[in-house]
């Protein structure tokens, strides 16, 4: 059977060794060590998600308040490429599967969400443009690796506990 992992390289395109290039360096440290390229990127994504011309994805985050879901995406953001964990310590871990049930993560979905995350980048300076590139790689590999296990997940309604998974891993900082 195809793993999880296979499908989401498929999907998306990108080769397991791209996605995880962001464990080959510490990005956080590249970056200068401080939250705020991290902050800058998730504002500027959520910013253009919740004022989405296309009602479909922007009711997706309806539920959710803009400023946690920029909180909660730049600390585990930081926390998986080389930071302090600060996801895990004040929502537990990442199970992004999991945490995604309830979300229609569709490859509809997955091409909105990183059509957002690749203008984010574009548009946020203090990120360099080799860090850019392998954030991006992982982000579609992570969407597709999602869109991939929700829908697995969902035909087979035994969750996906066991699931081996690098996406959400926590990298402890140097
Ligand atoms: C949270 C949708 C892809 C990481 C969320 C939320 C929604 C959502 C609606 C709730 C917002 C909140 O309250 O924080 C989607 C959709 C995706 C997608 C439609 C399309 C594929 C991704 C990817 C990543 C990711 C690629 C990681 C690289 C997270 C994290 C949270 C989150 C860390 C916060 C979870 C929590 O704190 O409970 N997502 N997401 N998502 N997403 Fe996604």
């Known amino acids: 059977m195809q793993s999880l992992q296979d499908k989401a390289s498929e999907w ?3 080769a397991a060794a791209d996605a995880f290039a962001i464990d080959g360096c510490n990005i956080f440290e590249a970056l200068g060590g401080t939250p705020q390229p ?3 990127l998730s504002t500027n994504f959520y910013t253009r998600v919740y004022e989405d011309e296309e009602e479909w994805f922007r009711d997706i985050f309806a539920g ?6 920029i909180q909660n995406q730049y600390e585990f953001l930081i926390q998986r490429m080389g930071g302090p964990p600060l996801f895990s310590e004040r929502r537990g871990h990442p199970a992004l599967i999991g945490r995604h049930r309830a979300f229609p993560v569709t ?4 091409e909105r969400w990183l059509h957002h995350m690749q203008q984010a980048l574009d ?3 203090s990120i360099d443009a080799d860090s850019k590139a392998k954030m991006m790689n992982f982000f579609r590999h992570t969407a597709y ?3 991939a296990g929700l829908e697995t997940t969902r035909q087979h309604s035994h969750g996906c ?3 081996a998974c690098k996406h959400g891993a926590s990298k402890p900082a140097e």
């Open 145 to 147: 690796f999602l869109v």
């Open 107 to 110: 490859h509809r979905a997955a």
């Open 123 to 125: 548009t946020t300076e």
């Open 38 to 40: 991290f902050v800058d």
């Open 64 to 69: 959710s308040k803009k400023e946690d879901a």
């Open 12 to 14: 998306s395109g990108v």
């Open 161 to 163: 506990r066991g699931t």
